[in-house]
């Protein structure tokens, strides 16, 4: 069955700019949540959603936000963008929010601010 | 607190050695979940392998073993006669039990491993 599937893949924004980040989980899985990866933090947990409820968030600013629709997409959102926002975004889904869960990846979204 | 250290950052091996990744994990819970992924250049992360706290059952899978040891903390992984195509970034991670039970993973910071021909 198809895995998880992140679009765009690729994009460049501007400073200041908002940008919007899809991810469609697999299929039957209900949690889905979102990662930031960059070379100097690593990966850092930025929210999980579930039943279009988000259930745990990290320590990001404000300015990155989230929402789960009823058939279990994901978007997130980061507004005004800021350089050291550059990073991939990872979107990943499970069968439940739930300790334990296996958590499947997707590809990730590669965004670069300019 | 919860921590995931990965202390080598990279590891250069010739195809067909063996080679073993190391993971030690900080956590309050008795109840939790280790877990190991793959990154291949492309981005994706791919799952490996998910143990839990209370399965001390050290696991093989065909040229991958992966061994568990409570007392010092520790997820190992091991590749056996490892080939080209093992070359990524390997990431460990914990997902805790405890309060607000989600399935928030605590990542380590990756042992980038580069197999030579």
């Known amino acids: 069955k198809a895995g998880v599937t992140q679009t765009p893949r690729y994009l460049i924004k501007t400073r200041g700019q908002q940008v919007t980040l899809s991810c469609s989980p697999i299929?039957?899985?209900?949690?889905v949540s979102w990662y930031q990866q960059t070379p100097g933090q690593g990966l850092q947990f930025l929210f999980e959603?579930?039943?279009?409820?988000?259930?745990n968030k990290g320590n990001f600013p404000g300015r990155f936000s989230g929402r789960q629709f009823s058939n279990s997409r994901s978007e997130m959102n980061v507004s005004t963008l800021e350089l050291g926002d550059s990073a991939l975004y990872l979107c990943?889904?499970?069968?439940?929010?739930?300790?334990?869960?296996?958590?499947?990846f997707g590809e990730g979204s590669w965004l670069t601010v300019v | 607190a919860q921590k995931v250290t990965q202390a080598q950052t990279e590891i250069s091996v010739v195809e067909k050695e063996d080679v073993t990744l190391d993971c030690v994990y900080e956590?309050?819970?008795?109840?939790?979940?280790l877990f190991w992924y793959k990154q291949p250049p492309s981005g994706e992360l791919v799952f490996l392998i998910r143990?839990?706290?209370?399965?001390?059952q050290n696991e093989i899978s065909g040229r991958y073993s992966w061994n568990f040891q409570k007392s010092t903390s520790s997820f190992n992984f091991t590749i056996t006669a490892s080939q080209v195509v093992d070359s990524a970034v390997y990431f460990c991670?914990?997902?805790?039990?405890?309060?607000?039970?989600?399935?928030?993973?605590?990542f380590g910071q990756g042992t980038t491993l580069q197999v030579k021909p």
């Open positions: 959603y579930f039943s279009e409820t988000q259930r």
């Open positions: 299929s039957g899985h209900r949690s």
């Open positions: 991670a914990l997902s805790e039990h405890g309060s607000g039970n989600t399935g928030k993973l605590i």
């Open positions: 956590t309050r819970d008795t109840t939790y979940y």
């Open positions: 143990r839990n706290s209370f399965d001390e």
């Open positions: 990943a889904s499970s069968l439940l929010p739930v300790s334990g869960n296996t958590i499947y």
